[in-house]
């Protein structure tokens, strides 16, 4: 994949290009130019402009300063629109796909055409792009009977369908089972063999290292850094994504193994298709251990969650807090408990978006003093909670009276961390919780649950992730098809053999 | 009594009453439908359909064209949905807020428009209404014939839009567009659709089924207009589009079967049961509301319903 000197002509350049919201500049001068054939990464940390940037070159924001240019003419863009018509395509952080909808029908929507649907022909089309490109999916399928990968591959296939030559993901592999990721890159692969250019967004330098070329770093909206893959390498880019050196390695800390405080019994649940997601699992978690449950994601590990959290009743099954059972499906009787719940989709389910950053801090408790007192709530109590919160937690944000939609992703997952764990929980249950987080986020969420072990608490660490699993666990199980595959304590893990358990193998 | 409930003559005048009873209310379900799939409740609808009624019935009483009556409800309708667009679509309002304001104002105007006109006379002026049209051979099929083919001539055209409607929603191009802003307006504005300028056309679409069924209730039910002449028939035909799940078809059925309970309580009415009228008004009512809470459970409403579209909003 390399880019002649000859054939130098940028196929995109972004000259200068700033974009203000109302009280942030998004993105300061940033330049940034794709050519032909290549997979340009984009790194930042939460917050540092990539998503704002690349919904300027789709058109979704107007620039307020700054040129675009596409084959080295300067155009201007109002709509996505005027993006798709020049070759542009862009598949966001979040889907956007009708689910009540066909395969066929959101490839087809918004395309120029007769009067009536012509689906025949546009089948044919689609088709034939599948072929072309190895993306196979049916498209008769309603959408929400997709896997998240097959969701992946239709945003793919409708850029496809309206000819894009230029593709922007944004977090693409975010969601993705490692497996799924490798076919995401096999497909990113034949892409640009076809002639498209790809940019690339993730928090993940190793899959950066794997598929790029070269790597644009951006720090506050300013763009600080520029390499080509070949002359960097992962330790560097960190540091430049957070403009200091990263701790090497975590403090796993002296923390002594106690009494157990969550136990889970036979645990039985189904997903919302009606299908057994969770099947009779058992385990034990003791004070001051973190207890890692690896899997692929899809294989029961929300499900656990959502049982643990009080969301789900579990169809069969005990769940013993401290060695108390605690009624299924009733949320305010765990928040009662103490513990600690860190879900996995910190959007839909743990937070309100659209409420203030000190009325998400209290969602648990507002019920009980000192916040209410008969009845009434006490604003002042509010106020120095949530600033200590803020506090102790280095929350990123522009006070706590606006709402949280406002934040970075990593600060969204520091305002749950603060509302789950300043009361010192016993237990803490966290789903996923570095999904999405740049790599200083990610640290910091790290370190937290280290912490809470050796203050005591119990922690289970539920993750895809599995160097995340190796570096924080004491003992790791996994998970495959609602089932615990395996147990091993951290010193005896080996990669080969969880690989094998996440993948439904016994040996 | 009970004979008279079955002789033939009781059933096919029950027939007939319920088709012409249940014609507004179709006319505005589909409009409701339409509108509500592209993401906006529009509870405009029972003042648009007033204002229909008195724009209609103004009209033709002062040319003695109906169609041209129609015609200028529907124009009507169409004004006033695009006030509800650009207070709930381009100003981003609760369209609860708005829908409920609009009809307080249509309302009032409707009144307003109607007393300026006429004054208010003793005996209210009436209009020369439309007739039913019997069909050629069709209304000749012996016993049921008459009731289903001697109709006004909205109430086919109502018929003929049923369909219609539902080609428009799955079968055409701008038709998917409607649902799909109605279902994820972001999805749509990603692929180039206008989402704002797509739920205006919608809304007046859906603005003009509600002018022409108001219309229908003052030159075709009635030859008069009287203020309380839509009597919530446009908030049946909210309840009659949760009822469908926003499918044209079976929003018309449930259009239907309320027309036949009310065209049922008027006659039980008039046959003298030895009961207050009253109650035979509340049954059609009384049966939407359960048959509301057994069906409305399964609904899938429109995910992007309630939910102005706006760009600068932290979308993606
Ligand atoms: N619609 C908006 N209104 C106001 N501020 C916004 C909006 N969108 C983004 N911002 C702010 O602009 C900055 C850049 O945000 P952006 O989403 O581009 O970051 P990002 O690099 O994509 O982060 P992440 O890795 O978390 O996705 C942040 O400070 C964010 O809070
Ligand atoms: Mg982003």
Same mark, same amino acid.
């Given at each position: 994949?390399?880019?002649?000197?000859?054939?130098?002509?940028?196929?995109?350049?972004?000259?200068?290009?700033?974009?203000?919201?109302?009280?942030?500049?998004?993105?300061?001068?940033?330049?940034?130019?794709?050519?032909?054939?290549?997979?340009? %990464?984009?790194?930042?940390?939460?917050?540092?402009?990539?998503?704002?940037?690349?919904?300027?070159?789709?058109?979704?924001?107007?620039?307020?300063?700054?040129?675009?240019?596409?084959?080295?003419?300067?155009?201007?863009?109002?709509?996505?629109?005027?993006?798709?018509?020049?070759?542009?395509?862009?598949?966001?952080?979040?889907?956007?796909?009708?689910?009540?909808?066909?395969?066929?029908?959101?490839?087809?929507? @918004?395309?120029?055409?007769?009067?009536?649907?012509?689906?025949?022909?546009?089948?044919?089309?689609?088709?034939?792009?599948?072929?072309?490109?190895?993306?196979?999916?049916?498209?008769?399928?309603?959408?929400?009977?997709?896997?998240?990968?097959?969701?992946?591959?239709?945003?793919?296939?409708?850029?496809?369908?309206?000819?894009?030559?230029?593709?922007?993901?944004?977090?693409?592999?975010?969601?993705?089972?490692?497996?799924?990721?490798?076919?995401?890159?096999?497909?990113?692969?034949?892409?640009?063999?076809?002639?498209?250019?790809?940019?690339?967004?993730?928090?993940?330098?190793?899959?950066?290292?794997?598929?790029?070329?070269?790597?644009?770093?951006?720090?506050?909206?300013?763009?600080?850094?520029?390499?080509?893959?070949? &002359?960097?390498?992962?330790?560097?880019?960190?540091?430049?994504?957070?403009?200091?050196?990263?701790?090497?390695?975590?403090?796993?800390?002296?923390?002594?193994?106690?009494?157990?405080?969550?136990?889970?019994?036979?645990?039985?649940?189904?997903?919302?298709?009606?299908?057994?997601?969770?099947?009779?699992?058992?385990?034990?978690?003791?004070?001051?251990?973190?207890?890692?449950?690896?899997?692929?994601?899809?294989?029961?590990?929300?499900?656990?969650?959502?049982?643990?959290?009080?969301?789900?009743?579990?169809?069969?099954?005990?769940?013993?807090?401290? %060695?108390?059972?605690?009624?299924?499906?009733?949320?305010?009787?765990?928040?009662?408990?103490?513990?600690?719940?860190?879900?996995?989709?910190?959007?839909?389910?743990?937070?309100?978006?659209?409420?203030?950053?000190?009325?998400?801090?209290?969602?648990?408790?507002?019920?009980?003093?000192?916040?209410?007192?008969?009845?009434?709530?006490?604003?002042?109590?509010?106020?120095?909670?949530?600033?200590?919160?803020?506090?102790?937690?280095?929350?990123?944000? &522009?006070?706590?009276?606006?709402?949280?939609?406002?934040?970075?992703?990593?600060?969204?997952?520091?305002?749950?961390?603060?509302?789950?764990?300043?009361?010192?929980?016993?237990?803490?249950?966290?789903?996923?919780?570095?999904?999405?987080?740049?790599?200083?986020?990610?640290?910091?969420?790290?370190?937290?649950?280290?912490?809470?072990?050796?203050?005591?608490?119990?922690?289970?660490?539920?993750?895809?992730?599995?160097?995340?699993?190796?570096?924080?666990?004491?003992?790791?199980?996994?998970?495959?098809?609602?089932?615990?595959?395996?147990?091993?304590?951290?010193?005896?893990?080996?990669?080969?053999?969880?690989?094998?358990?996440?993948?439904?193998?016994?040996? | 009594?009970?004979?008279?409930?079955?002789?033939?003559?009781?059933?096919?005048?029950?027939?007939?009453?319920?088709?012409?009873?249940?014609?507004?209310?179709?006319?505005?379900?589909?409009?409701?439908?339409?509108?509500?799939?592209?993401?906006?409740?529009?509870?405009?609808?029972?003042?648009?359909?007033?204002?229909?009624?008195?724009?209609?019935?103004?009209?033709?009483?002062?040319?003695?064209?109906?169609?041209?009556?129609?015609?200028?409800?529907?124009?009507? @309708?169409?004004?006033?949905?695009?006030?509800?667009?650009?207070?709930?679509?381009?100003?981003?309002?609760?369209?609860?807020?708005?829908?409920? %304001?609009?009809?307080?104002?249509?309302?009032?105007?409707?009144?307003?428009?109607?007393?300026?006109?006429?004054?208010?006379?003793?005996?209210?002026?009436?209009?020369?209404?439309?007739?039913?049209?019997?069909?050629?051979?069709?209304?000749?099929?012996?016993?049921?014939?008459?009731?289903?083919?001697?109709?006004?001539?909205?109430?086919?055209?109502?018929?003929?839009?049923?369909?219609?409607?539902?080609?428009?929603?799955?079968?055409?191009?701008?038709?998917?567009?409607?649902?799909?802003? @109605?279902?994820?307006?972001?999805?749509? &504005?990603?692929?180039?659709?206008?989402?704002?300028?797509?739920?205006?056309?919608?809304?007046?679409?859906?603005?003009?089924?509600?002018?022409?069924?108001?219309?229908?209730?003052?030159?075709?039910?009635?030859?008069?207009?009287?203020?309380?002449?839509? %009597?919530?028939?446009?908030?049946?035909?909210?309840?009659?589009?949760?009822?469908?799940?926003?499918?044209?078809?079976?929003?018309?059925?449930?259009?239907?079967?309320?027309?036949?309970?009310?065209?049922?309580?008027?006659?039980?009415?008039?046959?003298?049961?030895?009961?207050?009228?009253?109650?035979?008004?509340?049954?059609?009512?009384?049966?939407?509301?359960?048959?509301?809470?057994?069906?409305?459970?399964?609904?899938?409403?429109?995910?992007?319903?309630?939910?102005?579209?706006?760009?600068?909003?932290?979308?993606?």
């Amino acid at each position: 994949m390399e880019v002649s000197v000859l054939e130098k002509q940028a196929v995109i350049e972004m000259r200068g290009v700033t974009k203000r919201f109302v009280d942030v500049i998004a993105n300061d001068k940033v330049d940034l130019k794709l050519y032909a054939k290549e997979v340009v %990464g984009l790194l930042g940390e939460n917050g540092a402009g990539k998503t704002t940037l690349m919904n300027v070159l789709f058109g979704y924001y107007n620039l307020d300063g700054g040129k675009l240019l596409i084959n080295e003419k300067e155009v201007t863009f109002n709509s996505p629109k005027d993006a798709i018509n020049n070759g542009i395509a862009m598949i966001h952080q979040h889907f956007t796909l009708v689910q009540t909808q066909t395969v066929l029908e959101n490839a087809m929507i @918004g395309m120029e055409g007769s009067f009536f649907l012509d689906k025949k022909k546009a089948k044919e089309k689609l088709l034939k792009i599948e072929k072309q490109f190895g993306l196979n999916l049916n498209p008769d399928a309603l959408v929400w009977t997709l896997s998240i990968g097959e969701q992946q591959k239709l945003e793919i296939l409708k850029a496809l369908y309206r000819g894009a030559k230029i593709l922007i993901m944004d977090e693409p592999t975010a969601v993705l089972a490692p497996t799924e990721t490798v076919e995401l890159f096999e497909t990113l692969r034949t892409l640009v063999d076809s002639g498209h250019s790809i940019i690339f967004i993730s928090h993940h330098l190793q899959e950066v290292m794997d598929i790029c070329d070269r790597v644009i770093v951006l720090r506050n909206g300013i763009r600080v850094a520029e390499r080509t893959v070949a &002359d960097t390498t992962i330790p560097e880019l960190a540091s430049l994504m957070v403009g200091r050196e990263l701790l090497e390695r975590l403090e796993k800390g002296e923390s002594s193994i106690g009494e157990p405080v969550l136990e889970a019994r036979n645990l039985k649940a189904r997903n919302n298709r009606g299908i057994v997601a969770v099947d009779n699992l058992s385990f034990i978690l003791r004070e001051g251990e973190v207890l890692g449950v690896a899997g692929v994601s899809g294989n029961g590990q929300t499900e656990l969650s959502e049982m643990l959290f009080g969301q789900v009743k579990p169809e069969e099954g005990e769940i013993f807090i401290s %060695g108390v059972e605690v009624p299924g499906g009733n949320p305010s009787e765990i928040i009662k408990t103490g513990m600690a719940r860190i879900p996995e989709d910190r959007i839909a389910t743990g937070l309100f978006m659209d409420l203030s950053v000190k009325e998400n801090m209290i969602l648990e408790s507002h019920v009980s003093e000192p916040i209410s007192k008969n009845g009434l709530i006490n604003m002042k109590e509010i106020r120095d909670f949530a600033q200590n919160c803020i506090e102790n937690f280095s929350v990123k944000t &522009d006070g706590m009276d606006v709402p949280v939609k406002t934040l970075s992703g990593g600060n969204l997952q520091k305002v749950i961390l603060a509302r789950e764990l300043v009361g010192k929980p016993k237990v803490v249950v966290a789903c996923q919780p570095t999904r999405g987080l740049d790599v200083g986020a990610m640290e910091y969420v790290h370190q937290a649950m280290l912490d809470q072990k050796t203050e005591g608490a119990g922690v289970l660490l539920i993750s895809d992730d599995l160097d995340e699993i190796f570096l924080l666990s004491d003992r790791i199980i996994v998970m495959y098809e609602g089932k615990i595959m395996g147990e091993v304590s951290s010193e005896e893990a080996d990669r080969d053999k969880i690989g094998l358990w996440m993948s439904g193998v016994t040996s | 009594m009970m004979s008279e409930i079955f002789s033939v003559a009781f059933i096919t005048g029950l027939i007939g009453a319920t088709l012409r009873m249940s014609t507004p209310i179709i006319l505005a379900t589909l409009g409701e439908i339409i509108t509500e799939r592209s993401g906006v409740l529009n509870l405009g609808i029972e003042g648009t359909m007033l204002f229909g009624a008195a724009l209609g019935f103004l009209t033709t009483l002062a040319t003695g064209n109906l169609w041209l009556g129609v015609f200028v409800a529907a124009l009507g @309708g169409i004004a006033l949905s695009l006030l509800m667009a650009v207070l709930a679509v381009y100003l981003g309002l609760s369209q609860h807020v708005s829908g409920l %304001g609009i009809t307080l104002f249509a309302s009032g105007l409707a009144m307003f428009i109607y007393r300026l006109v006429v004054g208010s006379p003793i005996v209210p002026p009436v209009i020369t209404p439309f007739t039913p049209v019997a069909i050629p051979l069709l209304s000749r099929i012996p016993i049921l014939g008459g009731s289903f083919f001697t109709q006004y001539s909205l109430t086919y055209i109502t018929w003929a839009l049923i369909p219609l409607v539902s080609i428009f929603l799955f079968k055409t191009r701008a038709g998917l567009r409607v649902r799909t802003i @109605g279902q994820n307006p972001f999805a749509a &504005d990603t692929v180039g659709v206008n989402v704002n300028l797509t739920r205006t056309l919608s809304l007046a679409a859906g603005g003009a089924f509600f002018g022409v069924a108001g219309a229908f209730l003052t030159l075709a039910h009635q030859n008069m207009f009287l203020i309380d002449v839509i %009597g919530g028939r446009g908030w049946i035909a909210i309840a009659m589009t949760i009822f469908g799940n926003w499918n044209p078809l079976m929003g018309a059925v449930g259009a239907l079967i309320f027309g036949f309970l009310d065209a049922f309580q008027l006659r039980m009415q008039t046959l003298g049961v030895d009961l207050p009228f009253h109650i035979f008004l509340m049954i059609p009512y009384l049966i939407t509301i359960l048959a509301l809470i057994s069906v409305s459970r399964k609904a899938t409403v429109p995910a992007g319903l309630l939910k102005p579209y706006r760009r600068e909003d932290k979308g993606g």
